[in-house]
């Protein structure tokens, strides 16, 4: 059944000429390369891949015949084969056609038994996607180190935030019980380049880290390992207290340091490449160095002492705020700046893209560039939290490529403070909270699969265009027959700001009902504490709309470079999509549009809408080029997704009527 299962893996057989290539290329098999874990799972996969598109398995042998597709190591390299190891790193691999012993072959070359597996997943996708593979001369390794996935799933199965189902993981029968659907996952991962996985929630319990779990999570360590992928775990600051029977927690304190020294000690027992901790402190209630007056890179060295001798990191987090702040965007800064300079050598600090939390659009976040002497992660958030949960087809690849591509002002794009190229740090990550469950189609929708697969793209090469990603995630996925490939292709890249305009256009932000963040809720105003409140991130009155975070207000956007923070600072240099997260703006304010504020924000919700319908009249019109299963479900959801556009729109307009006092716009249409 056409359920989604396979994801982007599904090697149907291709037709014609994509499938005579095939053939041709991939007679055979030559492992010229020590045998391991890894380069079986390799061999493995292009034999199904293979199979599967040609319809025929080719014969694993040593012998170099024509048409032979081989794997080859540096220190198993035939001679005759002149390639520039060097670059291709640990991770790297090369694919090209050569002639070796007399014999047109294809060589997936690479130093190391990762490398291979990574090459022929690559040569899998050249396959899928219909490239010519007589032409082939791919070089490519990894711009970042880490390349993580982050789950925030909780030990009792449920995912905090999670739209496709329970947890993956069944801690209840690990560490016996290995579901093969460990081994499809860290295939799906691999196939991207992704290299760590963080078990549980950020929101942490220190259970995880007992011995019963810990042989649980060495035992999910053992299926992934021939992957290239490492365990990390998320790490409850208090854990010493609660597990240990300390007093305190205190990061100077040393006996909370040797609990700490012998935990990690115990974790690299159960699991010898344990990747590290992530952790989550003084953040919405969990715990941290700061209960103790103590700092974050206090807390951090600590972790990172105990994890040193092993080879691990901490990935420390700079999401955190605190009631009452009267500009809750600017606390990471105010907290982690001041610190640069302060942290460990094998301490991350992970920064989500924004200053607040995962929007439909945010300005890139203002520690990036700010913070030169550390490593700086990338999070984002592929579960769809703020953007319609697993319902609303938004494709993400865009805003994950707008944000890497944000000229910082400090010299460079945040993609080159995130892959270590601006400063000059090996150290590197990016990590992605996952949107992963146990729905058959894993993500929840077809396409929430493209989010995933695009984040796992971007981590290897941050600078890929997401155009470029979302057209071999559709040939992989649905179809390479050209129109229809370009017509969905569209319609994921206009999803984006589809979302932005039907939910928060304008710099708009946290409209979202309380609590779930599903649906439309601005007029919420009655939470415990002010900066949960919509009405506290739109400002909206009689006077008009928007947080002034410029110099007349809170002055969030000295935070930034001097360059952006002048542009910014302005409301008529602010980019039209940032213009509400920096300024609060009468509602006759003139836009470039010609309209005035009020008009341009109704402008904005009507083409949200239109978009939306768009998208389902372009599904509609691809069903002769889709199985009908997927098909019908897809245009289930976008019929959803069309109504909840205009659930948004007509809220949002009324509500923001009921404070201006303004007449809708002329030509405006009725709510319908
Ligand atoms: C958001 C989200 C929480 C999550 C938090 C975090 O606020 O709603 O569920 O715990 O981010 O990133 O820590």
């Known amino acids: 059944a056409e359920d989604g299962y396979d994801l982007w893996l599904r090697y149907r057989p291709l037709a014609g000429a994509a499938q005579a290539q095939v053939q041709a290329r991939a007679r055979s098999l030559v492992l010229a390369a020590p045998t391991s ?8 996969e292009l034999r199904r891949g293979i199979q599967g598109l040609a319809g025929r398995e080719p014969e694993l042998t040593s012998r170099v015949s024509p048409g032979a597709l081989l794997l080859v190591t540096r220190a198993q390299a035939p001679a005759g084969l002149a390639l520039s190891w060097e670059e291709l790193g640990r991770e790297g691999y090369a694919l090209r056609r050569a002639t070796l012993q007399g014999a047109d072959v294809t060589v997936i070359a690479a130093n190391g038994d990762v490398g291979l597996l990574y090459g022929s997943f690559a040569w899998l996708r050249a396959a899928q996607t219909g490239e010519d593979l007589s032409k082939l001369d791919q070089r490519s390794a990894p711009k970042v180190a880490l390349r993580m996935l ?4 909780n030990l009792d199965r449920h995912v905090e935030r999670g739209y ?8 209840w029968k690990l560490p016996d019980i290995l579901d093969p659907r460990y081994t499809d996952y860290a295939r799906a991962n691999a196939s991207l380049g992704i290299n760590g996985t963080v078990l549980n929630n950020v929101n942490a319990k220190a259970d995880s880290l007992t011995a019963p779990y810990l042989a649980k999570a060495a035992a999910l ?5 021939p992957y290239g ?3 990390y775990l998320s790490a409850r600051f208090s854990a010493p207290v609660e597990l240990g029977g300390l007093k305190t927690a205190d990061p100077l304190d040393p006996a909370v340091r040797a609990w700490w020294k012998a935990k990690a000690d115990e974790v690299y027992r159960a699991i010898p490449d344990f990747g590290g901790f992530l952790v989550k402190a003084n953040s919405e209630g969990q715990p941290g160095p700061q209960d103790y007056g103590r700092n974050h890179a206090d807390g951090a060295n600590m972790l990172a002492e105990a994890l040193a001798p092993h080879g691990g990191v901490v990935l420390w987090r700079a999401f955190v705020y605190a009631a009452d702040a009267s500009d809750r965007a600017k606390q990471a800064y105010a907290e982690f700046q001041p610190l640069d300079g302060r942290f460990a050598p094998n301490v991350i600090v992970q920064v989500k893209n924004g200053p607040i939390d995962f929007q439909p659009r945010e300005p890139f976040h203002p520690l990036f560039g700010a913070m030169p002497k550390t490593p700086l992660a990338l999070e984002l958030q592929i579960t769809k939290e703020y953007l319609g949960f697993s319902t609303h087809l938004v494709h993400l690849g865009p805003l994950f490529e707008e944000v890497l591509q944000a000229d910082t002002g400090h010299g460079g794009t945040v993609a080159r403070v995130v892959d270590g190229s601006l400063e000059g740090h090996k150290l590197s990550a990016i990590a992605g909270v996952a949107n992963i469950g146990t729905d058959r189609n894993w993500s929840g929708s077809q396409f929430d699969q493209a989010n995933w697969y695009a984040f796992g793209r971007l981590a290897w090469d941050p600078d890929t265009k997401a155009g470029r990603i979302a057209r071999d995630w559709v040939a992989q996925t649905f179809t390479t027959r050209p129109a229809a490939r370009d017509a969905i292709v569209d319609m994921m890249l206009a999803s984006r700001e589809a979302v932005v305009d039907y939910m928060t256009p304008l710099g708009l932000h946290h409209l979202m009902d309380t609590g779930h963040h599903y649906g439309p809720g601005p007029w919420v105003n009655n939470l415990e504490r002010a900066d949960w409140n919509p009405t506290y991130f739109h400002k909206a009155g009689r006077d008009g709309i928007g947080f002034d975070r410029s110099p007349t207000g809170s002055n969030a956007v000295a935070q930034y470079a001097p360059s952006v923070a002048r542009l910014w600072s302005d409301p008529r240099t602010t980019p039209p999509e940032l213009l509400l997260w920096f300024h609060h703006l009468p509602w006759d304010y003139a836009m470039p549009s010609g309209r005035t504020l009020w008009a341009e924000l109704v402008a904005r919700y009507d083409r949200g809408v239109a978009t939306v319908d768009d998208m389902r009249r372009r599904w509609a019109a691809l069903e002769p080029d889709i199985d009908p299963q997927r098909h019908a ?8 997704q069309a109504r909840e556009a205009r659930w948004w729109r007509d809220a949002c307009i009324a509500y923001f009527q009921s404070v201006s006092g303004l007449p809708l716009p002329a030509g405006t249409r009725p709510p319908e």
């Open 150 to 153: 982050n789950h925030w799933d």
């Open 164 to 171: 496709a189902g329970a947890s993956l993981w069944d801690w």
């Open 229 to 231: 992928i490492k365990v």
């Open 633 to 640: 479900e897809v245009a289930a959801y976008l019929a959803v």
């Open 221 to 225: 360590a053992g299926v992934f390992r």
């Open 37 to 44: 874990p890894t380069t079986q799972a390799a061999v493995t």
